[in-house]
């Protein structure tokens, strides 16, 4: 098992964030955490990274409790094992696509020749014509290519991405998605995902839903049925 999320528990003064929530995430797998908009999911993918501490609660990454790291072990975790994709891109603005995605590889502890890794990456992702140009000279599609790349240049095992195709059209939202089940298939990658997109919902091979701190499991199969329903009403 690559993540194991053991009973985390957190709270903001009264209000409880995140009550006893758990899950499991194997290598290749995608999964959808879904939920309004505040509820905590933010936070959940924070705790998965190290980036905040629960209450309560273990986050074993290969059988490891990272928790129980330091804050300069767990900055060289999330170097090298998580690739990080956000809904506003967080992209350096004073610095070209190449010089965003490289910069992930150049803070490693042991920095090693990534050239011909990012060339590869350049054409794996489409960004070879805008690879020298400034992020806010890029389309929203573009921004996120980018990002995306710069998630992937260590080659980490997950991806934690937070709402992805939120700031997207839905034409690009639809490559963004198909370049998850991409990097699902062909770089066995697992992908934690919180959305509100339902395509992004309709990939995942886990649906976990949050609603009042507590993490509950979604069965695809009623959501396939629902599909599946609303097509039909739709060609009478």
């Known amino acids: ?13 009264k209000r409880i964030i995140l009550n006893n929530v758990s899950f499991k995430a194997d290598t290749g797998k995608i999964i959808a955490i879904t939920g309004k908009s505040g509820c905590g999911k933010t936070t959940l993918l924070g705790i998965i990274s190290g980036l905040l ?15 129980r790291w330091g804050d300069f072990r767990k900055s060289h975790f999330r170097n090298k094992e998580i690739g990080f994709v956000f809904q506003f891109f967080n992209l350096m603005p004073d610095m070209s696509s190449y010089q965003n995605i490289i910069f992930p590889a150049l803070i490693r502890l042991f920095p090693r020749n990534v050239k011909k890794e990012l060339n590869s990456l350049v054409e794996y992702l489409n960004i070879k014509d805008i690879i020298k140009h400034y992020p806010t000279t890029l389309s929203g599609g573009e921004r996120q290519r980018v990002a995306i790349a710069r998630a992937i ?7 934690l991405a937070d709402e992805p195709t939120g700031n997207l059209d839905n034409t690009t939202a639809e490559d963004i998605k198909n370049l998850f089940i991409k990097l699902k298939k062909e770089e066995n990658m697992s992908l934690i995902i919180v959305t509100h997109d339902k395509r992004l919902v309709e990939i995942a091979d ?12 979604q069965s695809k199969q009623k959501e396939t049925k629902k599909i599946k329903a609303v097509k039909t009403v739709k060609k009478k």
């Not at 074993?60 to 409790?65: Q, R, V």
């Open 53 to 67: 501490n629960p209450d309560s609660g273990k986050v074993f990454y290969k059988n490891k409790n990272i928790l």
């Open 206 to 217: 886990e649906h976990l839903h949050l609603e009042n701190g507590i993490l509950k499991k």
């Open 153 to 159: 240049i260590n080659k980490p095992k997950m991806i």
């Open 1 to 13: 098992m690559l993540l194991s999320v053991e009973n985390i528990n957190l709270k903001f003064g």
